[in-house]
């Protein structure tokens, strides 16, 4: 099983920083320059949008079928504050840059992520840049969003409710590491949560993906617990979680069986935080789906 907690190796070399378990493997395939990665055509593209792509890339290594996950982003703005990154090395930098540093010090504090293969970035007049970022794919991974739409009847029914209580549990205290360590995934939802099961055994291996937009503090501001347990509340089906369930989240969160005053109040604000993302998901879906029926007509 893939240890998704061990530090990485870095290795800085012409416009990019390898992981130094994948450096001889990414010169084998021929993808070991910023243009070589670039220009591949190869592979699936499994996502694409004006500011990137994503694509994913299976090949064999040693007998054995790998695969990964490239994410390119196109030209993008990464301001002024890149005069001071000769200082401040973290400031001003691409988003593919960006995401392989928020893996490897997310690595560095024992969360457990993906593992990032190699990571590019090519400045155009000192203040925009492409970049790219390699991840390995997660499998035997999967996202919980996935289980619970693949596999609903996974959580469902009374032989069900232990297990979906340990996992509860494993998800909220890794929340609480992650805000404690000075990180706030800002999209903590089940699209973003990776969970593997053992044989025989029902406390989940848990990690999270996509830490583009990861926000860093020195101090645990408040509010990343009230928006990120109310994005997790909301992305978890009505059907599958009860009311009972998502207060056992923010109890777990807290380490606490039962909620202080104090406690009340910040569910509250949770569940009113819920209420707020429901109905602006609901209205931006509409008004894509009155673009989308719009289109049709003008055609």
Not at 129 to 138: G, K, M, N, P, Y
Not at 169 to 181: F, K, P
Request: net charge positive; hydrophobic share 40%.
């Amino acid at each position: 099983m893939k240890d998704l907690t061990s530090p990485i190796d870095r290795i800085a070399s012409n416009y990019m920083i390898f992981n130094g378990d994948y450096r001889e493997l990414l010169e084998k395939i021929g993808m070991d320059s910023f243009e070589s990665i670039w220009r591949f055509q190869k592979g699936e593209c499994v996502k694409k949008i004006k500011p990137r792509t994503v694509t994913r890339i299976e090949f064999k290594h040693q007998g054995i079928n790998r695969a990964c996950y490239l994410k390119r982003h196109n030209l993008e703005f990464v301001g002024f504050l890149r005069l001071f990154s000769r200082f401040f090395p973290k400031w001003g930098l691409s988003q593919g840059r960006l995401e392989f540093e928020n893996l490897c010090d997310f690595r560095n504090s024992k969360l457990p992520t993906v593992a990032p293969v190699a990571s590019g970035e090519k400045l155009f007049r000192f203040f925009w840049a492409q970049s790219f970022l390699i991840t390995e794919d997660f499998s035997p991974y999967i996202s919980l969003e996935a289980l619970l739409e693949d596999q609903p009847q996974f959580f469902m029914g009374p032989e069900s409710e232990a297990k979906k209580r340990l996992m509860i549990n494993e998800i909220s205290i890794l929340a609480r590491r992650m805000h404690q360590n000075g990180f706030n995934h800002r999209d903590f939802n089940a699209t973003h949560i990776l969970l593997h099961y053992d044989n025989g055994v029902d406390v989940p291996k848990i990690a999270l993906f996509d830490l583009q937009r990861v926000e860093r503090r020195k101090f645990f501001k408040f509010r990343w617990k009230i928006k990120s347990l109310a994005r997790l509340n909301y992305s978890l089906p009505d059907d599958i979680f009860s009311a009972k369930d998502r207060l056992y989240i923010f109890l777990s969160y807290k380490g606490k069986d039962r909620l202080s005053p104090g406690d009340r109040l910040q569910w509250f604000w949770i569940k009113r935080k819920t209420a707020k993302i429901k109905r602006h998901t609901e209205k931006m879906l509409a008004r894509r789906e009155k673009r989308k029926q719009r289109g049709l007509m003008e055609r």
